[in-house]
């Protein structure tokens, strides 16, 4: 009986360390592929993701500017406030691409432009913080930056970053790019839209 016990001691410990062993494997597998599936040369392997590619390249968080700073698509485009939402939403957003580009046209089954005025659905604060996090005092010396962020920060508006910065960051001469690549299934950019969301970062809204 006690040989038995000890064997099954022996079982249990043996079990606890190939299972611990199993699990550092898995997760750094999983570490691995979600930093390898994380930056503009992976997504820019979807044909369709040329355009935004490009233009992307050619912005400051794209790698174009003085500094040499370049962001990761997953900086703006996926969730920071917690690993959990960070991984269920990658999973998420993965798995839309891949059924957009296997089982529809992704060039005329998505009106791109379109999709432009649904920034914040796909673009998160918390990603743009977990970068600008000294945002708040940095501004503190430009009256014309620091209304908005000082609105922002203290709830005084619902306004997420990329509703006013829509048309400045991310994504250079990104309609061109649509355009060149799209041809004649591109759909422009309505124009009242534009001169609307101009207008909305030109005068915002703040208290005094």
Not at 44 to 67: T, Y
Not at 95 to 110: A, Q, S
Not at 155 to 171: F, L
Request: proline share 3%.
């Amino acid at each position: 009986m006690k040989e038995l016990i000890r064997k099954n001691r022996y079982l249990v410990l043996l079990i606890f360390v190939l299972g611990g062993i199993v699990g550092m494997v898995f997760s750094l597998i999983s570490a691995e592929f979600i930093e390898k599936t994380a930056d503009d040369k992976f997504c820019g392997s979807c044909h369709i993701m040329q355009p935004e590619v490009k233009a992307f390249l050619q912005d400051s968080h794209g790698g174009n500017n003085k500094v040499g700073f370049k962001a990761k698509c997953v900086d703006c485009h996926l969730p920071h406030d917690s690993v959990t939402h960070y991984v269920i939403q990658k999973a998420r957003s993965g798995l839309n691409d891949i059924i957009g580009n296997v089982f529809f046209n992704p060039k005329t089954h998505v009106n791109w432009e379109e999709r432009r005025k649904k920034a914040k659905e796909y673009v998160f604060d918390s990603g743009c913080l977990h970068c600008h996090t000294n945002l708040r005092n940095a501004t503190s010396s430009n009256l014309k930056s620091f209304l908005p962020h000082r609105d922002y920060f203290e709830k005084y508006t619902k306004k997420t970053c990329v509703e006013c910065h829509i048309n400045k960051v991310g994504h250079q001469n990104l309609s061109q790019h649509l355009k060149d690549y799209l041809k004649k299934d591109y759909r422009p950019y309505p124009e009242n839209s534009l001169k609307q969301e101009a207008l909305k970062t030109t005068h915002p809204n703040t208290k005094e």
